[in-house]
T-cell receptor, first 111, second 113 residues
Framework: AQSVSQHNHHVILSEAASLELGCNYS??????LFWYVQYPGQHLQLLLK??????LVKGIKGFEAEFIKSKFSFNLRKPSVQWSDTAEYFC?????????FGKGNQVVVIP | DVKVTQSSRYLVKRTGEKVFLECVQD?????MFWYRQDPGLGLRLIYF???????EKGDIPEGYSVSREKKERFSLILESASTNQTSMYLC????????????FGDGTRLSIL
């Protein structure tokens, strides 16, 4: 079964700072990779996804993620965060028709 | 736009009660999922279903059962609720078509007293 590791569960940063959230996975087969975001009081929303092709994936709200197969990583980045990016971010890996989620990163952006 | 609707946003029940959580999706998706979300643990898969009357155990099925009598509806059942089942429960659905993500409902925050 696949598993996902996210580091630095709590991240606090100021507006305009750059954000990078790490995601490492373990799975022996072909994977699909996702980042989901959960804003306070809202449901989980898809931020971006990778299935194949260009390993640099661009998502909504200025986020991007890079799939590095040799490192089993799918790190999320945003060059300049805003207060509205305060949320919990989850990395997920799909294998065998099931999603495995990481434990999440709670990101707080201070105005 | 995909709509996944969970019947209750908040629910309070007592230990030992039988609890039903309902989920309905309007996109004719084949796959439906139940997760629980706990602080610091992320989302953990309880059960999923890839067709009517079909079900598969997820990572933490103990104490739960599910029912999928119709394609659009997937019910999670707590046979005899216990305090350690206090949690946020999330339902999701997805299409069988290649490369499709899961879509989530708003969640049900369940408290067992």
């Amino acid at each position: 079964a696949q598993s996902v590791s996210q580091h630095n569960h709590h991240v606090i940063l100021s507006e305009a700072a750059s954000l990078e959230l790490g995601c490492n996975y373990s799975y022996g087969g072909t994977v699909n990779l996702f980042w989901y975001v959960q804003y306070p009081g809202q449901h989980l929303q898809l931020l971006l996804k990778y299935f194949s092709g260009d390993p640099l994936v661009k998502g909504i709200k200025g986020f991007e993620a890079e799939f590095i197969k040799s490192k089993f990583s799918f790190n999320l980045r945003k060059p300049s965060v805003q207060w509205s990016d305060t949320a919990e971010y989850f990395c997920a890996v799909k294998g065998n028709n099931r999603l495995a989620f990481g434990k999440g990163n709670q990101v707080v952006v201070i105005p | 736009d995909v709509k996944v609707t969970q019947s209750s946003r908040y629910l309070v029940k007592r230990t030992g009660e039988k609890v039903f959580l309902e989920c309905v999706q309007d996109m004719d998706h084949e796959n439906m999922f139940w997760y629980r979300q706990d602080p610091g643990l992320g989302l953990r898969l309880i059960y999923f279903s890839y067709d009517v009357k079909m079900k598969e155990k997820g990572d933490i099925p103990e104490g739960y059962s599910v029912s999928r009598e119709k394609k659009e509806r997937f019910s999670l059942i707590l046979e005899s609720a216990s305090t350690n089942q206090t949690s946020m429960y999330l339902c999701a659905s997805s299409s069988d078509r290649r490369n499709q993500p899961q879509h989530f409902g708003d969640g049900t925050r369940l408290s067992i007293l």
